[in-house]
């Protein structure tokens, strides 16, 4: 039987790089040519051929455009480092879930990322920005490994425009005009008056997420109140390897967006 190339799943669609912003000495956000159908927090499997595929999250989009923020890993990555503006990469997707804004809106909002974990969260903040009145309060936390290691500088001196800010690094350093420290020592400064109107987002390393996770439950934030994306090892990205799944769950199909009370009890 004949099989048709464009049902084919694994088929991959070709976009230019239109823009590359350096971000740190090991990441880059590439602006490419893309007109798809995307929600906040979902993610594309992006390769070049000959070098491989990897889940990134998209960190931004718009109509016709779309951005990646890819870290220089391995060989896919640093090959994808050398590319210029007019070269190509390749993508298929968007595959998860992503966020529901619709959860978000009328309501107080807390995003705590630490890391790398601030890519998937990007669009969702860019969007509340460009619409403050669909939020009752926003308040944003971010936690970086040093000064060195911040992540979307340009949008985030945008941000504190209109949204409340708070930056900190895990280490000191000589000249340094915002918090030291770890995320989990600002929690207790965050807006919980209300906190049966308050939605948690918590995105970073794992070990980031649990101890943030459990500062805000210490606040009497009640488990569906928090919101969670995690990254996984998403080969495929159709729920077919496996290579994602935590007990019956495929975080590549049924996430990576979690309500935390949906998947607190899973043993990963």
Known sequence: MAVNVE??????????????????????????AANMDLNCGQFLEVSIPGFGEA?????????????LTIRRVGDLTDKIHELGIGDKLYL?????????????????LIIAAGGTGLAPVRSVINYFYDH????NDFELLMGFKDPDSLLFERDIDRWKEKLEVLITVDQTCGVWGECVGLITEHIP??????????????????????????????????????WVSYERKMHCGLGKCGHCKIEDNYVCVDGPVYNYAEIKDLKD
């Open 7 to 32: 049902d084919n799943p694994y088929r991959a669609q070709s976009a230019e790089i239109i823009d590359i912003k350096q971000e740190t000495d090991v990441e880059y956000t590439f602006r490419l």
């Open 55 to 67: 889940p990134i999250s998209v960190s931004d989009f718009g109509t016709d455009w779309l951005e």
């Open 92 to 108: 298929r997707g968007p595959y998860g879930n992503g966020f529901s804004l619709e959860e978000f809106k009328h309501r107080n």
């Open 132 to 135: 403050p009145t669909e939020v």
């Open 189 to 226: 400064k965050v807006n919980l008056s209300d906190v049966e109107n308050t939605e948690v987002i918590v995105v970073g390393p794992p070990l980031m997420m649990k101890h943030t996770i459990k500062e805000f439950k210490k606040l009497n934030v009640p488990d569906d109140k928090i």
